[in-house]
């Protein structure tokens, strides 16, 4: 089954300690994307990658560092969260380099991140 | 700067009633809209692409149409299963790395 799969679904953590998210979708799409989405604030683009190797910033990448060393692979790192990234994460593909008419974003189920 | 706003922001409906969910957006060479809709607990899940002024596209009870300013989404006869959060989003020429999303438009269906 084609999927976007990220791990984990829920994590309760404390401020400062260094947290991964991890995603990996089998779809062998080009393009991966993290998203957070917060109440009255809607989806926001932290990161995206358009290839292996290849990563840039979103719109609020503060806090937050990927990599993309595999196709198939884009994790999310906190070094050090902070009570305001408490948040859902979401992760994303698309077959194409980019975003197009012919290339939507495919979504995982998301991970529910706590900082206390 | 790109914007998209959806209206309205919650929607009860009886099984049966028909209605329409808004997305105004802004955008500087429009590259695509794309709606999605998004259960409890999941991810949002891909519904259609529109590109040009007039397209329409067809699922089931939906029905999603653009114009230069506004996209709508029709639902027909809704049934429950049909209740869930419905997200716009954009894409502009500016742009190509990400998509703009409206705040969405969460709808109820009552039996």
């Known amino acids: 089954e084609a999927q976007v799969t990220q791990n984990p679904r829920y994590l309760i953590t404390v401020t400062g300690k260094k947290l991964t998210v991890t995603c990996s979708q089998n779809m062998n799409h080009e393009y991966m994307s993290w998203y957070r989405q917060d109440p009255g604030l809607g989806l926001r683009q932290i990161y995206y990658?358009?290839?292996?190797?290849?990563?840039d910033k979103g719109d609020v990448p503060e806090g937050y560092k990927v990599s993309r060393k595999e196709k198939r692979n884009f994790p999310l790192i906190l070094e050090s969260p902070s009570p305001n990234q408490t948040s859902l994460y979401f992760c994303a593909s698309g077959r194409g380099q980019t975003i197009s008419y012919n290339s939507p974003l495919h979504f995982g189920n998301g991970t529910r991140l706590t900082v206390t | 700067e790109d914007q998209v706003t959806q209206s309205p922001e919650a929607l009860r409906l009886q099984e049966g009633e028909s209605s329409s969910l808004n997305c105004s957006y802004t955008?500087?060479?429009?590259?695509?809209l794309f709606w999605y809709r998004q259960d409890p607990g999941k991810g949002p899940e891909f519904l259609f692409t529109l590109y040009s002024a007039g397209e329409e596209k067809e699922k089931e009870r939906l029905k999603a149409t653009l114009t230069k300013k506004e996209s709508f989404l029709h639902i027909t006869a809704p049934k429950p299963e049909d209740s869930a959060t419905y997200l716009c989003a954009v894409q502009g020429a500016g742009n190509t790395g990400k998509l703009i999303f409206g705040q969405g438009t969460t709808l109820q269906v009552k039996p």
């Open positions: 990658s358009m290839n292996v190797e290849v990563t």
């Open positions: 955008v500087s060479g429009l590259r695509g």
